[in-house]
C-alpha cells in the first residue's frame, strides 16, 4: 500500500500500486463510486491477462476505503480531482489512462478539464453527467442528498444502509460519513466542470453520433 499527504492537515489519499513494464505504455489509474473502494471494485479487472503489465494504481478517494476520512473536507468534485492530482504527481504519473465506475467517472472527467497534463485517455463506466433528482428511499447518490447533513449524520445512513443492500454496504461503510453525504449532495447537482458550454479542447463530452456499435479505443 502507499500513500500521499492531499490537504494541508495532512491527511492522506491511499492507494494499491501494480508494477508494470516501463515500456508498456502509460500508467492506469482506477476510480471507484459512491461508497466503493477501487480493489475491492478493480483489482480482478486490473490484474486480467488482456490488461495486466502495466503500471496500476488502484486508488481510494479521500473519504472512501482505506484512504483518511477528515470531517473538514469539502468532499466537491473539484476537490476529489485536484486532491487525485496531488496523488498523481506524489507517484510520479502523468498522462496515465484512467478508468472508472460512476463517481469516480465525474472526478476523472474533472480531473481531465482541472490537470489535462495528468490523464491521456477516460474510460468510464455509468459516469454521473447529468443532475439527478434527490428521492428519500432511492440508493446511492440520489437518497442520500434527498437528506440534510444532520439528518443523514443523525441517521439516515442506516437508511441508506437497508436501501444499498449487503454487497454495496460492504464497502459503503468504510466511508467517512461526512465524505458519503458531502460527495452524493454534490454528485447529484451537476458541477459546472461536466457543463458543455464549459468544456473545450480534446476533453468533451462525450454523446453518441448515431446508434450502432461502439468504436475501437484500442
Known amino acids: 500500500m502507499r500513500s500521499a499527504a492531499v490537504t494541508p492537515r495532512g491527511d492522506r489519499i491511499r492507494w494499491i500500486e501494480l508494477p508494470g513494464r516501463a515500456d508498456a505504455g502509460p500508467a492506469r489509474v482506477y476510480l471507484h463510486g459512491l461508497g466503493a473502494a477501487s480493489f475491492a471494485y478493480f483489482g480482478e479487472t ?19 476505503g482505506l484512504s483518511d476520512r477528515p470531517a473538514t473536507f469539502d468532499y466537491t468534485l473539484e476537490s476529489h480531482a485536484d486532491a487525485l492530482a496531488a496523488v498523481l504527481d506524489a507517484a510520479d504519473v502523468a498522462g496515465a489512462e484512467v478508468i472508472a465506475h460512476s463517481m469516480g467517472g465525474s472526478v476523472a472527467i474533472v480531473l481531465a478539464a482541472r490537470h489535462p497534463r495528468l490523464v ?15 428521492a428519500r428511499g432511492a440508493p446511492g447518490s440520489r437518497g442520500i442528498a434527498s437528506y440534510t447533513e444532520a439528518e443523514f449524520l443523525a441517521g439516515g445512513r442506516e437508511e441508506i444502509r437497508a436501501a444499498a443492500g449487503a454487497l454495496w454496504w460492504a464497502t459503503m461503510r468504510l466511508a467517512g460519513r461526512e465524505a458519503l453525504y458531502r460527495s452524493a449532495v454534490h454528485l447529484v447537482s451537476r458541477p459546472a466542470s461536466l457543463s458543455p458550454e464549459r468544456s473545450s479542447g480534446r476533453h468533451r463530452p462525450l454523446r453518441p453520433a448515431r446508434r450502432g456499435p461502439c468504436p475501437s479505443i484500442a
Open 120 to 134: 491521456s485517455r477516460l474510460v468510464l463506466a455509468d459516469a454521473n453527467l447529468d443532475p439527478l433528482e434527490p
Open 46 to 64: 486490473a490484474v486480467h491477462p488482456l490488461l495486466a503489465g502495466r503500471r496500476s494504481l488502484l486508488i481510494d478517494l479521500l473519504g472512501f
